[in-house]
């Protein structure tokens, strides 16, 4: 079954002093990006969660957010007290500028980024990458993945319908096509009675127009292989693994294929079912950009 490229997922689970929170995020995107932000402490580990998260998730804009609460089992807080002393100051400084009253208390000044970090001391112990952040990043990309798989089956169901809407537009120029010719023919006959009045033009002259017309307007080909580009695009969505770049691409085949019906077409209805088929690939093609 198809997946969508949109997901969230969030796992969590508890370590030594404090817990392990990973969040991971996914948009559309042409390719697979995988962008990590964690804490310090954890940084040797951001290739292999890199490497993690892309052999589960192959195509989108992924973002990987992993906090430590209570991170002291990773190492020890520190204040930097140079950079308190800022804070606190500047906030000193608003108050008397806007003639605001109170005390600046200790909670605000170390809610501050980096008043307080927590010094990598065990980073040197930590030689691979902890049980628990694994749990909790393997959690989370369960999450994301029966989210885009939920998302792949709405879309799924949609393809299926406007997929029915096509055939039957197709159907429908298969069986406009002869009888273009043939009311060409007919317009032909008349408008040539209208001009050389008692007169007539060979018949064989007639049948030969007649013929060059029909070949101009001959779209056979372009139904076979508009109908072997749509069988191709039906086994693709089948199939489980990936398929977001071979969709985009058979679409484009199928648009082209419909162009060029368009163009032979030479024809007011014709040219409406096309307009119709062009919408409704159009719609699809939207859609197929967010398929993995």
């Known amino acids: 079954m198809i997946k969508s490229m949109t997901g969230y997922g969030k796992g969590e689970a508890a ?58 089992a990773l190492g020890v807080p520190t204040a930097n007290l140079p950079l308190a002393r800022g804070y606190l100051k500047a906030f000193q400084s608003i108050g ?6 109170g005390e600046v208390d200790l909670a605000l000044v170390a809610a501050q980024r980096d008043v307080v970090t927590v010094a990598a001391e065990a980073e040197a112990t930590l030689e691979e990458m902890p049980q628990e952040l694994t749990s909790a990043l393997e959690d989370a990309l369960r999450r994301v993945d029966e989210m885009r798989l939920f998302e792949g089956e709405s879309l799924y169901a949609d393809f299926q319908r406007r997929r029915e809407t096509l055939t039957q537009l197709i159907a429908q120029v298969a069986a406009r096509a002869p009888q273009v010719v043939a009311e060409y023919g007919q317009r032909l006959k008349e408008r040539i009675a209208q001009l050389l009045g008692d007169a007539s033009l ?54 082209r294929e419909v162009n060029t019906i368009g163009s032979k077409g030479n024809d007011a209805q014709m040219a409406a079912l096309v307009v119709e088929l062009k919408a409704e690939l159009e719609k699809i093609r939207e859609q197929v950009q967010n398929i993995e």
Do not use: W
């Open 202 to 255: 060979p018949e064989e002259r007639l049948v030969q127009e007649i013929a060059v017309m029909a070949d101009k307007c001959d779209v056979t080909e372009e139904l076979v292989r508009l109908e072997s580009h749509l069988r191709q695009f039906d086994e693709t969505l089948a199939k489980s693994e990936p398929v977001g770049r071979k969709l985009d691409f058979l679409l484009q085949e199928i648009n």
């Open 96 to 101: 008397e500028a806007l003639g605001l009253h």
């Open 15 to 72: 370590h030594e002093g404090g817990r392990f929170v990973v969040e991971v995020r996914c948009v559309n995107h042409r390719y697979g990006e995988v962008t990590v932000k964690l804490p310090r402490v954890l940084l040797q580990f951001e290739n292999e969660i890199k490497k993690r998260v892309g052999e589960r998730l192959v195509r989108g804009k992924i973002d990987v957010f992993i906090q430590v609460e209570n991170a002291v």
